[in-house]
C-alpha cells in the first residue's frame, strides 16, 4: 500500500425512536424493532465554530478551509436554502431530485439542469418545477443562482466536469468513483481544499440511519469484535458497455470496500483481488479480500454477469449483523431482532432505483456541512475518497485491467456526454429492472 490514510471514527448516538412488536417463527418469538428518524434528526454531521473539523483538516482553522456563504449570513440556519444544479439529467439524478422532495421544501432547491437535449432538460425542469435549463455544462457552472451541483454523468466523466465546476466556485456532490485513478483524485481533491469548496464524493450509504446504527452496535461492542465482512452484489449488465463505467469493481466493488473501511475504520494491511475479464480488457467479475489488523479480513464479491445474493454479513465473536441491498439497507438483521429503518415518504414517492429516497440524508449531509463551512464530510471524509481510489488501483493492477489508455482522455464532455446518452437510459433501464 503506497501512502497512509487517516480514517476518521465517527461517533454516533442512536437518537431514533423505537417501538416494537412481536411475531412468532417456528414456535419462537422474534422481535422487530421500527426506528424512524424525526425530520429534524436528519442533520447527522455538526460542526462547532464553523471550523473545518473533518478527518483531514482537524486542527486547521484557516480561512482556505472554510466557506464564506454571502447572502446566506443573514439568514438563521433554519431557512437556509440550498441551491442545486443537475448535471446531467439522467434517471440517478431524478432519483436524487425525487428525494429531495421528502424533506422541508425550504431547505433544498433545484434551480438548474443541464442536459445534453433540451428536451430531456425540459421535462426535468417542468417535473420539479427548475428555472434554469441548459444544454451546457459551462453555462451551468456559470449559473450564479447555484450553491452546489450534483454530478452523475457516466463514471469516466465526473472528475473532469467536477473540476469545471469547482473552477467556477460551485460546490460538488459528484457520485461514485471521484475520479478513474488515485492520482487524479488527488488534484480534485487538492483543489477543492484550494479554493475553500465542499467536495464530497457520494459514498450516499454512510448518511443512512441504517449504518449510523449498525456504527452505534459496533463502537458498543455488541457485536464483539469484529472478525470477518462479507459483501456480495451481483447484477446482469451488458458487458460491452463496461468500459463506460470502469467495470464491475468500480461500479459494484466500492459498495462492499467502503463498508470495510466503515466497520474496521483502518486502513487495510493486505489487498487480494482475482476476476475475470471480457474480450475488451474490462473486469466482470472480481472477488477481493482485505486484510486487517489483528488477522481480520472482509471478502467482496462482484459480478455483472449474474445476480448474486446482494447481501452484507459483519460476522463478530459474540454476534452478526445481515444487510439485505447493503448499498441501501432498511433494515438490519441480528440473532433476535430485526432493525427497520423506513424511508421517508411514507411509500408515496417512487424512484427509478431500490431504496433511493434515502438519499436525501445525503442532501441533508451536504447543506449542514456547507452552512457550517465544512469543505468536506465526516461520514466520507477526503482521506476515504484517496484510499478508496488508491485501493482501485491495486485492484485493478491485479485483475490485469489496463489503466494506461482511459475511456475519455480529453475534455470533451458536452459531445461525450450526448453520445453516450442513450447508452446510460438502456443501462440505468436495465439495472431498475435488476433491482
Known amino acids: 500500500m503506497k501512502g497512509f490514510y487517516v480514517l476518521s471514527t465517527v461517533q454516533r448516538s442512536s437518537t431514533q425512536h423505537a417501538s416494537e412488536s412481536r411475531h412468532c417463527r417456528g414456535g419462537g418469538s422474534h422481535h422487530i424493532i421500527m426506528c424512524r428518524p424525526r425530520p429534524r434528526l436528519l442533520h447527522i454531521n455538526r460542526f462547532g465554530g464553523g471550523n473545518d473539523r473533518s478527518a483531514g483538516n482537524k486542527g486547521n482553522s484557516s480561512d482556505s478551509s472554510k466557506n464564506h456563504l ?112 488515485e492520482s487524479k483524485a488527488e488534484k480534485l481533491l487538492q483543489k477543492a481544499q484550494a479554493r475553500g469548496l465542499f467536495l464530497m464524493e457520494g459514498m450516499w450509504p454512510r448518511c443512512v440511519p441504517a449504518y449510523h446504527f449498525l456504527r452505534h452496535q459496533i463502537m458498543r461492542n455488541r457485536l464483539g469484535d469484529i472478525q470477518n465482512v462479507h459483501c456480495s452484489l451481483g447484477l446482469a449488465v451488458s458487458q460491452s458497455k463496461l468500459a463506460l463505467y470502469g467495470g464491475v469493481a468500480s461500479d459494484f466493488g466500492v459498495y462492499g470496500l467502503q463498508l470495510a473501511l466503515w466497520v474496521y475504520r483502518e ?89 433511493r429516497l434515502g438519499m436525501c440524508y445525503e442532501a441533508e449531509e451536504v447543506r449542514n456541512c456547507i452552512l457550517n463551512g465544512s469543505t468536506q464530510s465526516e461520514l466520507f471524509n477526503h482521506n476515504e475518497s484517496r484510499l478508496l481510489a488508491n485501493l482501485m488501483d491495486s485492484i485493478h493492477a491485479q485483475l490485469g485491467v489496463g489503466r494506461s489508455s482511459e475511456v475519455y482522455t480529453k475534455f470533451q464532455l458536452e459531445n461525450d456526454l450526448k453520445n453516450a446518452t442513450e447508452i446510460e437510459a438502456n443501462r440505468e433501464s436495465s439495472e431498475a429492472v435488476n433491482k
Open 267 to 355: 486502513v487495510p494491511e493486505k489487498v487480494r483481488a482475482t476476476g475475470k475479464l471480457n474480450e475488451e480488457g474490462i473486469d466482470v467479475v472480481a472477488n477481493i479480500e482485505l486484510g486487517f489488523s489483528q488477522n481480520r479480513w472482509a471478502s467482496i464479491e462482484v459480478s455483472a454477469e449474474e445476480k448474486l445474493s446482494n447481501k452484507a454479513i459483519i460476522q463478530g465473536k459474540s454476534g452478526s449483523i445481515k444487510m439485505t441491498n447493503y448499498w441501501c439497507p432498511t433494515r438490519l438483521v441480528t440473532e433476535d431482532t430485526d432493525y427497520e429503518f423506513p424511508l421517508p415518504g411514507g411509500g408515496e414517492v417512487t424512484t427509478h432505483y431500490h431504496n
Open 70 to 181: 454571502g447572502d446566506y449570513k443573514s439568514q438563521t440556519d433554519e431557512v437556509r436554502t440550498l441551491r442545486w444544479g443537475i448535471a446531467p439529467v439522467s434517471l440517478m439524478a431524478d432519483d436524487f431530485a425525487a428525494a429531495l422532495t421528502v424533506l422541508p421544501p425550504h431547505r433544498h432547491e433545484i434551480v438548474s439542469c443541464a442536459a445534453a437535449y433540451r428536451s430531456h432538460a425540459l421535462a426535468f425542469a417542468d417535473k420539479y418545477q427548475v428555472r434554469n435549463v441548459y444544454t451546457s455544462f459551462e453555462d451551468l457552472a456559470k449559473c450564479p443562482s447555484v450553491d452546489v451541483v450534483y454530478i452523475s454523468p457516466l463514471n469516466p466523466l465526473h472528475c473532469e466536469l467536477c473540476h469545471l465546476m469547482l473552477n467556477h466556485d460551485k460546490h460538488v456532490l459528484c457520485e461514485k468513483p471521484i475520479c478513474m485513478s
